[in-house]
Every structure is written in structure tokens, then in C-alpha cells.
């Protein structure tokens, strides 16, 4: 009678996990889609990150109800990778899920200026059909999204990524291994 605990206390556990599963798999293949540009070399457009950047190596961070600190530093922290990658020819994406377009694009253009110039910061309607594309969980336990790939394919996928010594060397190592 004892492993009945136990087995109950796994079952949950592993609804725990199925619940903060987000985003698409390694081998999977990323898609086109237009959100709003707020910032970066698409800002001002609704051009299609994969398609402009097609099969160079990139980070697609899909955001919902993380703060905007959190943004704003994962802008500069991904600025500093791709300016640290250039040659590489590194790309990055933010999309923020947002039902309030214009309130969020005022919020963040205000927050991130210019810190971020070569990371591509996006808003997307929840209800928009790239959310199911890209499998993106829209639980409130699933904070961020993050994608890493390379020639189209995703090879790393992680979430709730916190910036963190320990997240941000767990972002780093997935993009270094996407470099190579």
C-alpha cells in the first residue's frame, strides 16, 4: 500500500511537466510568420524572421506574461550574443504574446531603446495561428519559449529559462552548440 503514494506523487509530477512543455522539438522544422516589429532590423514591418534570416543560425524567445525587465534584459543579453557572433551570422528573435499591441510596442520602446539594435523584439495576439504552429504553451506556468536552430531545423528547445547565471550559461551553451 505504500507504492500507491508514491505513484500518485509521479503521476502528478509528470502533469507538471506535460503542463510546461512548450514549443517546438529538436528536429522540427520552424515556419514563416508576420508579427509586428517593434525593434531591431525588421522594426517597423511585419516581415517574416525566417524568411529574411532563412538558414542561419538563430534564437526565437516566445514570451508570455514574463515582466518587461525580464524583456529588456534578455534584449541586451541577446544583443551582446550576437554582436559577440557576427561573423557566425547569428540571429534573434523576441516575440511577446499581447493582446494590447499598442500599449505593449509603447512599454517596450521605451524600456529597450536602442539597447537591443540587432535583436528582433515582436508582438503577436495570442489568438494569432503561429502560436499553434510553433506549439507554444499559453499556460501561465510557461513563462518563455525558447527555440535554438539552425538551416530551419530546432536542435535545442528549453523553457521558463530564467537570466540567471545558471539560465543564462543553459541560453549560451544551446547557442554556442548551434555555432559550431
Same mark, same amino acid.
Given at each position: ?73 534578455? *534584449? ?11 561573423? /557566425?551570422?547569428?540571429? @534573434? $528573435?523576441?516575440? !511577446? +504574446? ?58 535545442? *528547445? ?11 550559461? /543553459?541560453?549560451?551553451? @544551446? $547557442?554556442?552548440? !548551434? +555555432?559550431?
Amino acid at each position: 500500500m505504500s507504492a500507491l503514494p508514491t505513484l500518485a506523487a509521479l503521476a502528478i509530477a509528470s502533469l507538471g511537466l506535460a503542463g510546461a512543455m512548450s514549443g517546438l522539438k529538436p528536429g522540427e522544422s520552424v515556419t514563416p510568420f508576420n508579427p509586428d516589429h517593434i525593434s531591431g532590423p525588421l522594426a517597423g514591418t511585419t516581415k517574416c524572421f525566417v524568411c529574411a534570416n532563412g538558414r542561419r543560425p538563430s534564437v526565437q524567445v516566445w514570451v508570455n506574461g514574463e515582466s518587461a525587465q525580464y524583456v529588456a534584459k534578455l *534584449a541586451e543579453h541577446l544583443e551582446g550574443q550576437v554582436q559577440s557572433h557576427k561573423e /557566425q551570422q547569428l540571429r @534573434a $528573435l523576441i516575440v !511577446v +504574446l499581447t493582446k494590447d499591441k499598442a500599449g505593449t510596442a509603447k512599454e517596450y520602446k521605451n524600456l529597450i531603446g536602442d539597447k537591443a539594435s540587432d535583436v528582433c523584439l515582436a508582438l503577436l495576439s495570442p489568438s494569432d495561428a503561429a502560436v499553434g504552429h510553433y506549439k507554444i504553451n499559453l499556460d501561465g506556468s510557461v513563462k518563455n519559449t525558447v527555440m535554438v536552430y539552425r538551416d530551419m531545423k530546432i536542435e535545442h *528547445a528549453m523553457t521558463n529559462v530564467s537570466l540567471d547565471p545558471k539560465g543564462e550559461k /543553459q541560453l549560451d551553451g @544551446a $547557442l554556442a552548440a !548551434v +555555432l559550431k
